[in-house]
């Protein structure tokens, strides 16, 4: 069964930088198609960017374009979200999902069937 490890999150001011890993286990990392997603209380989970098996095809949301940056490692079973000039509405839970394609149509988050348990993300000063 595939394995989702998020980690990175933290305490950071606006204006910062984080990058967060999600580690995968459990499958062949090169076969998948992977998300970051975030989640704030009392909102719906949002896309925030995906990035296809190859590494080839990258998506980002409308509020993260141009501050954060996907990346993958299939080698280190690995993914990555970099998140720079991060603002206090970046704050959220942010989850990695995967799903066996080489890339999905819309990031978003009935495309994906596993998950992560999530790591928080504050931005505050």
């Known amino acids: 069964q595939l394995q989702l490890v998020e980690s990175g999150g933290g305490l950071v001011q606006p204006g910062g930088s984080l990058r967060l890993s999600c580690e995968i286990s459990g499958g062949t990392t090169k076969d998948y198609t992977i998300g970051w997603f975030r989640q704030a209380p009392g909102q719906e989970r949002e896309g925030v960017s995906c990035?296809?098996?190859?590494?080839?095809?990258?998506t980002y949301g409308d509020s993260v374009k141009g501050r954060f940056t996907i990346s993958r490692e299939n080698a280190m079973n690995t993914v990555y979200l970099q998140m720079n000039s991060l603002k206090p509405e970046d704050t959220a839970v942010y989850y990695c999902?995967?799903?066996?394609?080489?890339?999905?149509?819309?990031?978003?988050?009935?495309?994906?069937?596993?998950w992560g348990q999530g790591t928080q993300v504050t931005v505050s000063s």
């Open positions: 990035i296809s098996r190859s590494g080839g095809s990258t």
């Open positions: 999902a995967a799903r066996r394609t080489v890339m999905v149509l819309l990031c978003a988050k009935h495309n994906f069937d596993s």
